[in-house]
């Protein structure tokens, strides 16, 4: 089994840096340091390697002028590596494979499973404090697979459902609350408007090609909040089968497929972002998916400026939900000086530090301390809509359970499948995988 052989690598790739970590040297004594100078020697040449994405335009710089305090409290040098995004997952496992890699690393909760499986993502649970479950807002979401495996860094981004006020307004309309709202919304607002006897105007924009986005950012953008709404879940709760195909999923889906009649008809072969830019952000569609962010008040004023508009966080059926990411940093488990590291991550996640950041680079507060920064038109997501949305529930081979289910997903959306075989076979492609994965732990 691939993740198995992973597995096996990483954790020999493990063992052998925490062998050469622990040092490997002869017994001589003779050949010993003096104790005094080694630990002076020592205390001049820590480091610490940090591996994350490119956060901005910038982050070496927009992150380095913010740690010389942490730096010389600490004696020690921080490299801050950028590993590019289209190389992400597959640098880490070869890094790691190779018996190299980072101290402190930063994942997105598709990559958890396999590292944490691996044994190369250490659990912080002995390092969070009764001060940190009252300080950091999104802490619960890096908890996974029993253990405190993430401590959320990139959060706050939610997708969220926009309106055009003026279609709405000339609708007689308030903004939908529920399923049953936005559908009556979504029919009427699909018409010709100039007479033409084309439809020129529909109910919801959307976007399902992932050709150039990948294939998780139509589950993102339009499944994940369709199926949590429903009750819905990717996994039951033991991880041991999926959840997706139950009747909660199958009513998410169906839907879905019934919103297909208020979609402008290129959906397929726009990615999300492309729809809302193209056919919402014209004036064209009374709604519209998109990843928030705190200054779109002030970007969709520049980029839209014809459009009107304001948004739900979250529809509801049974419940709320819209998905939002939440990127953590991790403790790596062959760190030299976990405690170290671990001090780290609380330091660049803190309020003194994330403010200082936030002020060049706008990003949601990851503390109660940290004051909101961003347009006022959005607080709302991080206030009063702070339980609506919530990341990705995180189990055992969720990249390839994901990937097919979207490709099987698109299916449904595009007629190829329909719900009830679409569904069973991303559903028996996946309890294989997790029939395999656990027979492993037994």
Known sequence: MKKKLLSMLLIGAMSV?????????????GKKEDTA???????AEKTLEVWVPPLD?????????????????NGCKVNITVVP?????????????????????????????TYIDAGAVADMSSYVTDEDKDEYKYLENGFMMDGQYGWPLVTGVPFILYYNEQILADLNETPPETWEDFARICEAATKDTDGDGEIDQFGYACGMSTSD?????????YYYNALWQNGGQIYEDDLKKVAFANEAGTEAVTWLKDMVQYMNPDFMSLSWS?????????GKAAFGVYRSSQTDETVFGETYPDVKWDFVTSLKNKEFGTFGATDCLTLMSAAEDPDLAMDFIKYVTGAAFMEQYHAKCPGAALTKSEPYVGDAKMERIYTDDLDKWHGLQV?????????QLSADFQGIMSDELSVDDGLKEAEEYANGLLDEYWADKE
């Open 57 to 73: 335009d910038d982050t070496v710089n927009n992150w380095g002028g913010l740690m010389s305090d942490w730096e010389e409290e």
């Open 213 to 221: 986005v990948g294939a998780m950012q139509i589950l993102n953008a």
């Open 85 to 113: 995004w289209d190389k992400y997952e597959e640098t880490y496992t070869t890094a790691l494979n190779s018996g190299e890699g980072p101290d402190v690393g930063y994942m997105y909760n598709e990559m958890f499973p």
């Open 395 to 403: 189990g055992p081979c969720g990249v390839d359970i994901l990937t």
């Open 274 to 282: 492309d729809a809302f830019a193209t056919v919402f952000g014209q």
């Open 17 to 29: 840096t925490l062998l050469s970590g622990c040092g490997g040297g002869g017994s001589d004594d």
């Open 37 to 43: 100078g080694a630990a002076e020697k020592e205390a």
